[in-house]
């Protein structure tokens, strides 16, 4: 029996770094336990997403009826915050704190604004939908606010809480570390999905309640348990007069150069071509394919679950040597093809084909943002590689917080003039604002074709050394 344990201990030990990528990411410095409690700010994030970007705005739309320009407005502005997280980063990494403590205080502040904006969601929400008068505009103001406090207090947690886990792993073990963290950000995310879903099967404004007040509350369970006794005060590194850099002047020497414009102009169209969907997927299969609450809360976990495909299929890909511009337009492909079956789904009244491009989505959504960033890793110069992946994350939530506004407008104006048959007796269902919104991200995504063409074979360096290859740890929580 001894010789049979010890084969099987010697197996998984030969199985585990070959196939889970974070198989040894524990050490003696960061045990197992330590570092999946820390990874539960992760899935506080993935939670928080889920609720925004996919179970409120169809909840909004469908149930509450209210206006989807203003679902895509209020659940854009948690995005439109995104770009700041490279500034949070770079003011965590030179805080001062007589405590020397830099990463903790943002983290708590960020579980706070988070924990506040969810706590009054619900309340606004309802003021919103049933208010009159004046009421309404109370409503407009209190969800704008609590969708404000959520997105910034999430990004402030997630960037600080990775910066964290960076800075208590060992160097030889980062990588891994990160990779664990990025894996229970989409766990998070596909298992909140699922339980929303089934929590608001039997849809009403109390159960409503409780989903987003316990959220709220799980959140503050979560971060304090991953935060509690992870950072060592370090007074030395957090003094007043410890030496502090410039970010304008490595952000402005940074942006110089014409291959890095023309890579993040193809990142903000592809991510734009991407993200125009996001609040209107669930509206569409509840409205169009008459799906219930509990099923269209399920597409968040099959568009988180074609990311993750994406993305590992984009990881054995970078390591074998794509160009990673060519891996970023294979995403872009599969994205036009995802598109054009969910278009098709209406007609053909398929909920099967709709889920379908769904997963679609989500893949081709990951290789696409697999394929930028390791192009614009490559870009960095001089240790900029921070800068270099803050100003791929500002594009690219710049984009995605501007066209999901701009695609609840598109859906409600083609909506407005087919309810008054100006598109003529074709296009009069309740598909063809949809519709027109997935026709313009196909041609955006045809558009960054044309922008990142030129970048295929332009001087990126191979990644066939696997020192230099992408892995899940090299993607931005």
Do not use: C
């Amino acid at each position: 029996m001894k010789r049979l344990n010890n084969s099987v201990s010697a197996a998984w030990s030969r199985l585990g770094p070959r196939f889970l990528p974070f198989a040894d990411a524990a050490t003696a410095e960061l045990p197992l336990g330590r570092l999946l409690r820390l990874s539960l700010f992760q899935v506080s994030v993935g939670m928080a997403v889920v609720l925004l970007n996919g179970t409120l705005n169809r909840v909004m739309i469908v149930e509450m009826g209210v206006h989807a320009w203003l679902v895509s407005l209020m659940v854009s502005l948690p995005l439109v915050f995104a770009p700041f997280r490279a500034l949070i980063g770079f003011k965590s990494d030179t805080h001062r704190s007589l405590l020397g403590w830099r990463r903790v205080p943002y983290i708590w502040m960020g579980t706070l604004i988070q924990f506040g904006g969810l706590a009054i969601m619900p309340f606004a929400l309802l003021v919103l939908s049933e208010g009159q008068g004046p009421a309404i505009i109370a409503g407009q103001v209190g969800a704008a606010i609590a969708f404000l406090l959520v997105g910034a207090g999430l990004h402030t947690t997630q960037t600080a809480g990775l910066a964290l886990a960076t800075d208590i792993a060992p160097a030889e073990s980062r990588p891994r570390v990160v990779a664990l963290l990025y894996v229970m950000l989409l766990l998070g995310m596909m298992v909140s999905a699922l339980v929303f879903g089934v929590v608001l099967d039997n849809f009403s404004p109390f159960r409503l309640i409780q989903v987003i007040q316990g959220a709220a509350f799980l959140t503050m369970v979560l971060n304090v348990v991953a935060l509690w006794k992870q950072e060592a005060r370090n007074p030395a590194l957090t003094a007043k007069d410890a030496p502090r850099t410039s970010f304008r002047e490595a952000w402005g020497s940074f942006a110089k150069g014409g291959r890095a414009s023309r890579l993040l102009v193809a990142v903000g169209l592809g991510t734009a071509g991407f993200s125009m969907q996001d609040i209107l997927l669930e509206p569409y299969g509840g409205e169009v394919l008459h799906l219930t609450v509990s099923g269209t809360t399920t597409l968040t976990a099959l568009l988180a679950g074609g990311s993750l495909v994406g993305f590992a299929l984009a990881a054995r890909s970078l390591g074998r040597g794509q160009d990673p511009h060519k891996l970023a337009a294979y995403g872009a492909l599969a994205g036009v093809l995802a598109f054009v079956a969910v278009i098709f789904a209406a007609p053909l009244e398929s909920a099967m084909l709709f889920r379908a491009g769904t997963i679609i989505i989500g893949f081709g959504g990951g290789l696409f943002s697999v394929g930028t960033l390791t192009a614009a890793m490559e870009l960095s110069e001089n240790g900029q590689s921070g800068l270099a992946l803050g100003a791929w994350g500002a594009v690219q939530a710049t984009a995605a917080g501007l066209s999901i506004a701009l695609g609840g407008v598109v859906r409600d104006t083609f909506s407005t003039l087919a309810e008054q048959g100006v598109l003529g007796s074709a296009l009069t269902g309740p598909a063809t604002g949809y519709s027109f919104v997935y026709h313009f991200e196909i041609a955006l995504l045809a558009v960054t074709l044309v922008a990142i063409g030129p970048l295929v074979g332009s001087g990126g360096r191979t990644r066939s050394d696997p020192s230099s290859s992408f892995g899940l740890a090299e993607f931005p929580g």
